[in-house]
């Protein structure tokens, strides 16, 4: 099949590459750009291990075509940190609040995250579990991503993390 230019920029760097019109966004990131924190969980749509930041929006990589993002801005998890390797509030969160155990599923749990903060920069417990509900994980039974989630966004918003009781 034809391959088809396509150029974004991700995490600030302009990239391009041939794909095929079938190539899929995950595909692309993963195998052309070799950017392989995003992952694939499942080929339905439903885990979100496969998210990232496109034009401002959370996105399932998995249910997008490469050709789809032409033209667009991405964000991944590797695109997170600071350039002098200083982690994200939300990497920090999830580091100290114990948000991840085989790390499958933090690349797309972080990257939804950052947008939900972005959406609502101060989410109560039940909206932040409502708004990564579009992103499974395994392990840690959730409880610690919403600490994570906290500590993160009261990082960002300058006050004080108290963790609530269990
Ligand atoms: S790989 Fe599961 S939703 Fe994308
Ligand atoms: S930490 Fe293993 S799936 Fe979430």
């Known amino acids: 099949m034809a391959k088809v230019h396509v150029q974004m920029t991700v995490n600030g760097e302009a990239v391009e590459g041939l794909v095929e019109p079938r190539t899929l966004l995950i595909h692309f990131i993963r195998e052309q750009l070799n950017l392989t924190g995003a992952h694939i969980g499942c080929d339905t749509s439903h885990c979100g291990a496969c998210t990232v930041d496109l034009d401002g929006l959370s996105v399932k990589s998995c249910t997008r075509f490469a ?92 006050v004080p993390f108290v963790e609530a009781a269990e």
Do not use: W
């Open 67 to 158: 050709v789809q993002a032409n033209g667009g801005t991405v964000t991944t998890v590797e695109g997170m940190a600071g350039a002098d390797g200083t982690l994200h509030a939300l990497q920090e969160g999830f580091r100290m609040m114990h948000g991840l155990q085989c790390g499958f599923c933090t690349p797309g749990m972080i990257m939804r995250a950052h947008r939900l903060l972005q959406e609502n920069p101060d989410p109560t417990e039940a909206e932040i579990r409502f708004g990564i509900a579009g992103n499974l994980c395994r392990c840690t039974g959730y409880q610690n991503i919403v600490k994570a989630i906290q500590y993160a966004a009261a990082k960002i918003n300058g």
